[in-house]
């Protein structure tokens, strides 16, 4: 079974330069899917995280879904790769869906590594346990096959929960690795077709996300196995990432490429 995906621009951060915070429409085989639910509004951001922020927020979820024929209530379930307060925020757009996240990031939400407390809240926790289970929040553990050609994955490494989701198109299998590897040149660190700087002793490795819980070498395995099991990657905060897939398809951007370019197919 095959299915279709659209990129959503959730809102940007400003995190040392700016960055666009993403979340994924899915619909194919009968189902409507969100994967991560986006960031507060950037005002929220700013005065609670006392980072820059632009967009975010409910509207931008509303009207990023609006763009491809949908509304919120449509969604049948989120999937929310980890919840960090920019992929898991919006949660009051869907009281009839079927949330799902991995058993161990909900414990690590409640206590997480010290290191990580600014990136969850008690709200939100909140906000996610108090649901019906399961007909509005599953949690599982390990990995989960949601339906023919869609599948949820147990990709810890950024946090002990960390979900990623690989999704069967006509072109191929596109994994949706969230923040596992954020960035293209977290997959591709000494391509320099990727990145302005690239680390040419990690040719044929991978560069884990500098915010993370497990240990490195797991990481890397993990990365890895993720990698062979899909054929493009698809990271959460780089801002080449395609908007309809599989339309457009594109297994790493091209440095080369005009960004503007880039854009242009952004905004079709
Ligand atoms: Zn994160």
């Known amino acids: 079974m095959d299915y279709k995906i659209r990129t959503l621009i959730a809102g940007w951060l400003y995190l040392g330069e700016k960055e666009p915070v993403h979340a994924w429409y899915i619909e194919g085989n009968g189902i409507k899917v969100l994967v991560d639910a986006?960031?507060?509004?950037s005002k929220i951001v700013e005065k609670r995280w006392k980072t820059k922020a632009e967009g975010g927020g409910e509207d931008a979820i509303i009207n990023e879904l609006k763009k491809h024929g949908v509304m919120p209530s449509e969604i049948d379930?989120?999937?929310l790769t980890h919840m960090h307060f920019d992929h898991a925020w919006n949660l009051d757009?869907?009281?009839?869906?079927?949330?799902?996240?991995?058993?161990?990031e909900v414990i690590h939400a409640i206590k997480p590594v010290p290191i990580q407390r600014?990136?969850?809240n008690k709200e939100l926790n909140v906000k996610l346990i108090s649901r019906n289970q399961p007909k509005n929040l599953l949690i599982i553990e390990g990995d989960y096959l949601?339906?023919?050609?869609?599948?949820?994955?147990f990709t810890p490494g950024h946090t002990p929960g960390s979900l990623s989701v690989i999704v069967n198109t006509e072109k191929g299998k596109v994994g949706l690795c969230s923040d596992l590897g954020p960035r293209y040149q977290n997959w591709f660190p000494a391509d320099s077709e990727i990145?302005?700087?690239?680390?040419?002793?990690l040719e044929?490795?991978?560069?884990?996300?500098?915010?993370?819980?497990?240990?490195v070498m797991n990481?890397?395995?993990?990365?890895?196995?993720?990698?062979?099991?899909?054929?493009?990657v698809i990271p959460a905060h780089d801002d080449r990432i395609p908007v309809h897939m599989p339309e457009q398809w594109w297994g790493k951007p091209s440095m080369s490429k005009d960004p503007l370019e880039v854009f242009a197919l952004k905004e079709e």
């Open 38 to 41: 986006g960031m507060p509004e």
């Open 77 to 79: 379930i989120v999937i």
């Open 93 to 104: 757009l869907f009281p009839n869906a079927q949330i799902i996240i991995q058993k161990e």
């Open 118 to 120: 600014s990136y969850y």
């Open 146 to 153: 949601l339906k023919d050609g869609l599948e949820i994955v």
């Open 195 to 201: 990145s302005n700087n690239p680390k040419r002793f």
């Open 204 to 215: 044929g490795s991978y560069l884990p996300n500098t915010i993370h819980t497990e240990n």
């Open 219 to 232: 990481y890397i395995n993990t990365m890895e196995k993720f990698m062979k099991s899909v054929d493009i």
